[in-house]
C-alpha cells in the first residue's frame, strides 16, 4: 500500500484527520484544566519540530511537525510558586486523574460524534459481494510471462469460473478461486471471464508448477465486493445503528491489541506509524464516502485505547502512578522517581515512533 500521487486530496484529508483526533485528545486534557482552574502554560498538537506557534493569554499554541500526542503541559514558569494551589501537581487526586483521562473521555466521545454524523448522512456502510474474483496483473516482467499472461486474463477481469468450480458471492470467493488453480498444476482449466461488464469471454489458463507443486497463474486475486449503504428510517435507528457502528469499531481496536499483548513478537510487525495510518486512511477515503468517517472514528478508539495503557508516558502511566498514590494514602511518590519513570518511557515511545515513520516510509517506496 502507497501514496497516490493522483489523488493528493485523499492524503491531505487523511493528514488532517489524524491531526484532528490528536488536537481534540489534547484539547481534552486542556478543556479538564482549564475548566477546574488549573495553570496550563501550553498547549501543542504534535511533537517534533514547531510549525506554528501562538501565544495567547497566558498560553503558548503550539503546532508541531509530528502528528501524535504531546500533553498540555502544566505551568513551570519560575515566577510561579511551586506550592501554588492551581498547579495541576498541587491539586486532588481525584481532579488531576479527571485531567489525564480526559484525553482519553474526548477521544471517545468524538468517536460516537463521527459515527453519529456517518449514520445520519450516508448511512451504515457494508461490504457486499457479487459473484467471481477480480484479477490484478503485477506491472511485472515476470508477470508479461505468466500462465494469466499468456490466457489474456487482464486487470479489471472478473473470473466467475475455474474449470469446474463457480465462484460463489461471499467470504470463500478467493481461497475457492486460489485452492482450484492451486490444485491444478499444469491442467487447462477453462476460465469464465466478464469484462468491462460486456459478454463473458471463455479463456483457457494452464497453472504453472510452482516449486511446491501447486499451481500458479501470476496474478492477485481480490474479492468482488461493492459498498452497501443502509439509511436509518427514524431516530431510533439512528442511535440504534450509531452505537451497533460503534461497538464493532471498538471490539476491532480491543480485539487487535489483545493480540499484540498477548502475542507481540508475531504481531509487531503490524505495528503502523503515522505514515502508514495516512496511507491506510487516504486509501479509505478514496474506497467510499463513509470511509472518511470509518477511518477518523477508529483512529480516535485506538488513540483512547492505547493511551489507556498503563504504560510509562502515556495517560494510562500517569493513572497507575495516580493509583500508586492513593495507595500509599495521598503520599507522593519521589519526584526523581515519577521524572524518571516518566522519562524513559518517553524516550522509548519516540524511539518506537521514529523507527515506525522510518519502516512506513521505506515500506511506500
Known sequence: MGFDSSKPGSVLQAVGVLALIVAVHEAGHFLAARLQGIRVTRFAVGFGPTLVKIQSGGVEYCLNAVPLGDPAAAASSPEIRPDDPDLLKNRPIPQRALVISAGVIANILFAYLILLAQISTVGKAETAFLPGVRVLVP??????????????????????????????????????????????????????VLRGGGAVLSLRCTPDPGADGQGRIGVQLTSNTYILHTYPRSTTEVLAMTQSEFNRLSGTVFNGLKQIVTNFAAMSGQLSGPVAIVAAG???????????????????????????????????????????????????????????????????????GVGLVIRDTLNLL
Open 139 to 192: 506491472d511485472t516482467p515476470a508477470a508479461a510471462a505468466s500462465a494469466a499472461a499468456r490466457a489474456g486474463l487482464r486487470t479489471g477481469d472478473v473470473i466467475l469460473r475455474i474449470g469446474d468450480v463457480t465462484i460463489p458471492a461471499g467470504a470463500s470467493q478467493v481461497s475457492d478461486s486460489v485452492a482450484a488453480i492451486r490444485g491444478s498444476p499444469g491442467k487447462e482449466l477453462e476460465l469464465a
Open 282 to 352: 487516504s486509501e479509505v477515503v478514496r474506497m467510499d464516502s463513509a470511509g472518511l468517517f470509518q477511518f477518523a472514528a477508529i483512529v480516535n478508539i485506538n488513540l483512547a485505547a492505547v493511551n489507556i495503557l498503563p504504560l510509562p508516558a502515556l495517560d494510562g502511566g500517569y493513572l497507575l502512578l495516580l493509583g500508586l498514590e492513593a495507595a500509599r494514602g495521598g503520599r507522593k511518590l519521589p519526584a526523581v522517581v515519577e521524572q524518571g519513570v516518566m522519562a524513559s518511557g518517553f524516550l522509548l515511545l519516540t524511539a518506537l
